[in-house]
């Protein structure tokens, strides 16, 4: 069965870190492409990052870049996304997906807020 499990959302104030986990299982998480997501209340789902397979290449949407890094460690079959400096408009449920050409797989996602 596949599944995706976000971990590690909360509560944190304007400034604060956060690591969350992707949780992989059920398919050769190695050979997929890892992103993460995100959705603030009212709007679109938005893309943060992405990480090929191998970890080499990252990418980031400008809002994040330079405060956020996402990793994957392969032999455990998890994803991180690193968030620093956090911001009130961070605040969003935050979902992992793993993609290989037409294979695209999603987690249910965690929560984020950032308030004081």
């Known amino acids: 069965q596949v599944q995706l499990v976000e971990s590690g959302g909360a509560l944190v104030q304007p400034g604060g870190s956060l690591r969350l986990s992707c949780a992989a299982s059920g398919f050769p998480f190695s050979v997929y492409g890892m992103n993460w997501y995100r959705q603030a209340p009212g709007k679109e789902r938005e893309w943060v990052a992405s990480i090929s397979t191998t970890g080499g290449t990252t990418n980031y949407a400008d809002s994040v870049k330079g405060r956020f890094t996402i990793s994957r460690d392969n032999a455990k079959n998890v994803g991180y996304l690193q968030m620093n400096s956090l911001k009130p408009e961070d605040t969003a449920v935050y979902y992992c997906?793993?993609?290989?050409?037409?294979?695209?797989?999603w987690g249910k996602g965690t929560l984020v807020t950032v308030s004081s």
């Open positions: 997906n793993a993609q290989q050409l037409t294979m695209n797989y």
